[in-house]
């Protein structure tokens, strides 16, 4: 048994597998802290206002947002509450179903995320750039793309356009 895992941690996928989780954490605490250092962002925080800005209206149903950032509804509120807090997303019910809640971007949250990302999608381009050539980074982003999740988005239930918003909701 000892033979087979020693074998098995010498595999092509399992080197991938440490590779790619170290990678990640790595360029995760990067990125993390040059968003905090310029922007007072967690990468948690910039990838919840972009989301909602690519949204339909800006808004999103809460749950559905703590799907796109692969957060627990409990993480959402924790994270969207600082966010509400410092005015660059807002609560927003649905009017035709009040069980339905919405995070909703402010004006203050995209000018936030616009002055973000120049930063940032700078810092993510260098991160690369240095290390893979234009044709490597071609392949490694199809070969990511293969993966479940990376390269699909699901649709809401209650999508935004179908539900006036009540603005300020609580809960």
Not at 7 to 22: C, G, H, I, K, Y
Not at 108 to 127: F, I, N, T, Y
Not at 149 to 156: I, M, N, R, S, V
Not at 159 to 168: H, K, V
């Amino acid at each position: 048994m000892t033979d087979q895992v020693l074998t098995d941690q010498e595999s092509a996928a399992l080197q991938a597998w440490v590779r790619f989780l170290r990678g990640h954490a790595w360029a995760t605490r990067v990125l993390s802290a040059q968003l905090s250092s310029e922007h007072g962002l967690t990468i948690n925080d910039y990838e919840a206002l972009l989301l909602l800005a690519q949204a339909d209206e800006d808004h999103m149903r809460r749950v559905d947002l703590a799907a796109g950032l692969q957060l627990t509804p409990s993480g959402v509120t924790r994270l969207l509450k600082g966010l509400e807090q410092v005015g660059l997303v807002e609560k927003a019910t649905c009017a035709v179903d009040a069980r339905v809640t919405y995070a909703v971007l402010t004006g203050d949250g995209r000018r936030k995320l616009e002055e973000a990302s120049r930063s940032h999608l700078a810092a993510v381009r260098a991160m690369f750039e240095e290390r893979f050539s234009e044709q490597e980074l071609e392949v490694l982003a199809e070969l990511l793309g293969r993966l479940p999740g990376a390269a699909e988005a699901e649709p809401g239930e209650c999508a935004p356009g179908r539900c006036a918003l009540q603005p300020g909701a609580t809960s």
